[in-house]
């Protein structure tokens, strides 16, 4: 089983509109997770942190459940620049790598 | 940018050749991890430094890659008689703890 698994998508949206997508781990000691944006044929660049109470930055939003192991990433109001692929990352105490999902596709038209 | 430099951006290798990569991580951060991204997949831990001691390699991390961190500043990543199978992005990234900044990576084509 991967350590991260997320639905790839490609998750195809207008402007305006929102989109949620999810991600699941298996490490249940998880203890840091993030966000990361990566267009085509750049580095991932970190889009922001997952904190146990949820947090939003913006337009986005993210929760975690620790019960489920799900990490969850909200996208408000859509706008054409969010189209990505969204990375799911995970981190285990005393680990020092990072582990990848796989990344999940956004598309927003116009 | 996120201050994390990378050298080559590209490399168009034949097999069997030894290529070198550079990462110059951001100078305050003394943490700096080397990952393996292919097409369609996240980026794969191969190594990580704390300043100049290496202190974890993965798995993927064949007895032809060496890494060096040499005074803790900057780093590079070698690999020997490439293969086809080593096409890919090598990113580095660094860290002053938990969050980690990718410089822009080198995109290797092993011909």
């Known amino acids: 089983r991967k350590e991260v698994e997320q639905d790839p998508g490609p998750f195809n949206v207008p402007e305006g509109a929102t989109v949620a997508f999810n991600c699941t781990y298996s490490n249940s000691a998880s203890q840091s997770f993030f966000w990361y944006r990566q267009d085509c044929r750049k580095e991932p660049k970190l889009l922001m942190s997952v904190y146990s109470s949820g947090n939003e930055d913006g337009r986005f939003t993210a929760q975690l459940n620790r019960a489920s192991q799900y990490i969850s990433l909200l996208i408000r109001d859509s706008k054409l620049s969010d189209s990505a692929t969204y990375l799911c990352?995970?981190?285990?105490?005393?680990?020092?790598?990072?582990?990848f999902g796989a990344g999940t596709t956004v598309t927003v038209r116009a | 940018d996120t201050g994390v430099s990378q050298d080559p951006r590209h490399k168009i290798t034949k097999r069997g050749q030894n290529v070198t990569f550079r990462c110059d991580p951001i100078s305050e951060h003394n943490r700096l991890y080397w990952y393996r991204q292919t097409l369609g997949q996240g980026p794969e831990f191969l190594t990580y430094f704390q300043n100049e001691a290496q202190l974890e390699k993965s798995r993927l991390l064949s007895d032809r890659f060496s890494a060096e961190r040499p005074k803790g500043s900057f780093s590079t990543l070698e690999i020997q008689r490439t293969e086809q199978g080593d096409s890919a992005m090598y990113l580095c990234?660094?860290?002053?703890?938990?969050?980690?900044?990718f410089g822009p990576g080198t995109r290797l084509t092993v011909l």
């Open positions: 990352v995970v981190n285990i105490p005393n680990d020092y790598k990072l582990s």
């Open positions: 990234a660094s860290s002053p703890q938990n969050e980690q900044f």
